[in-house]
């Protein structure tokens, strides 16, 4: 009984608090909308704004420069052996700027075509999107690797287009992805070359006087350091990564 009567008076105050909630509140200096008038078109362009917000991290890790950039780097750190030097926030800070330098052009494309003229007024939302992915897509098409865009339409055994700019944006995101991973780790083998090399003559070295005991990382770390900083080793590498998105 008193489980029903509860729900009684839960329902009575329902019936009378729902036309105060779809009327507008009036108290002194303050008026508050509950909902008449919106615009459903403008609701639903900002939820697709947040959408996108929310996916930026995503778009900018995998669909830029970012994901070439921060492997290699990556790969740089671990043949020095110098573990965790530079730190990941520092790397990855690294490879966020030079991902910036390298998607300028994208970047401020995006801005004249899509931005600017959505903060004019002179297009909405969805037209705006339309010219990131447009450009986007450009920076995408002008680095995948067409055996890697293949891979998706043999899977799927769909009939692949005579035109990249006809593959689905989510056959090209992937694609792309696998192109950029392959191609850091063809630097990232580049790079390993002379430390390895490096590290066997250390060890040939140490072995022909009969110190075997003597772990070879520890002599050859100041040799790789001192080579690395001889030869200006971070500038080449970096002019390594950026003259690898102009070819």
């Known amino acids: 009984m008193k489980f029903s009567l509860r729900s009684i008076i839960i329902f009575l105050l329902m019936i009378v608090a729902g ?4 009327q507008n509140a009036s108290l002194p200096g303050v008026n508050v909308n509950f909902g008449q008038g919106a615009n459903l078109v403008d609701t639903m362009e900002v939820l697709l704004l947040f959408t996108v917000l929310t996916l930026a991290p ?12 921060v492997v290699v780097l990556s790969f740089m750190r671990q043949a020095l052996g110098t573990q965790n030097m530079p730190p990941n926030q520092l790397l990855i800070g690294f490879a966020l ?10 970047g401020e494309s995006i801005y004249k ?14 037209q705006a999107l339309k010219g990131l992915e447009k450009d986007l897509r450009a920076f995408m098409e002008k680095h995948v690797r067409k ?16 035109d990249i700019k006809a593959v689905p ?16 780790f063809q630097i990232g083998f580049l790079l ?3 430390f390895i ?3 066997m003559v250390v060890a040939s070295v140490l072995m022909a006087m009969g110190m075997m005991m003597l772990p070879p990382m520890l002599v050859s770390m100041p040799f790789k350091l001192l080579l690395f900083v001889l030869v200006d080793g971070w500038q080449l590498v970096t002019g390594a990564i950026l003259r690898s998105f102009n070819t």
């Open 97 to 106: 700027f030079l991902s910036i330098f390298v998607m300028m052009p994208t």
């Open 147 to 162: 055996a890697d865009i293949g891979l998706f339409y043999d899977v799927t055994n769909a009939p692949a287009p005579a």
């Open 192 to 194: 390993y070359i002379p």
């Open 58 to 69: 995503a778009i900018v890790i995998l669909c830029t420069s970012f994901t070439r950039i």
């Open 113 to 126: 075509n899509s931005i600017l003229p959505y903060q004019a007024k002179q297009i909405d939302a969805t």
């Open 169 to 184: 944006t989510h056959y090209l995101i992937p694609a792309f992805i696998i192109s950029e991973l392959k191609t850091a």
């Open 197 to 199: 090399v490096l590290d």
């Open 19 to 22: 036309p105060a909630f779809a």
